[in-house]
Nanobody
Framework: QVQLVESGGGLVQAGGALNLSCTSS????????IGWFRRTPGKEREFVAT????????HYANSVRGRFTISRDFYKKTVYLQMNSLKPEDTAVYYC???????????WGQGTQVTVSP
């Protein structure tokens, strides 16, 4: 069974950077597409970025493209989300999920809070 765990969130000023991590507390995740999503109070979970199983293909939401980078370290069994040039509107709880085909993500963790102050 795969259970994902997110970490790395925190409080940062606008223009700052954070690097989020997504690891598995159970089975290996190297065969899965991993996606980062975020949620703010009162809103649906929003797509941020995905990376395919090989790590060679990634997709980004328009709102983060050019500022965020998703990557994966197969040895450490971890997927990262490097977030640069953070904006207050990036404030949210960030979650990672897994998928076999890039749809229907599951195995969400508890999330990690990112707060960007003006």
């Amino acid at each position: 069974q795969v259970q994902l765990v997110e970490s790395g969130g925190g409080l940062v000023q606008a223009g700052g950077a954070l690097n989020l991590s997504c690891t598995s507390s159970g089975r290996d995740i190297s065969n899965y597409v991993i996606g980062w999503f975020r949620r703010t109070p009162g809103k649906e979970r929003e797509f941020v970025a995905t990376i395919n199983a090989s790590g060679g293909v990634s997709h980004y939401a328009n709102s983060v493209r050019g500022r965020f980078t998703i990557s994966r370290d197969f040895y450490k069994k971890t997927v990262y989300l490097q977030m640069n040039s953070l904006k207050p509107e990036d404030t949210a709880v960030y979650y990672c999920g897994k998928s076999l085909a890039g749809r229907d993500f599951d195995s969400w963790g508890q999330g990690t809070q990112v707060t960007v102050s003006p």
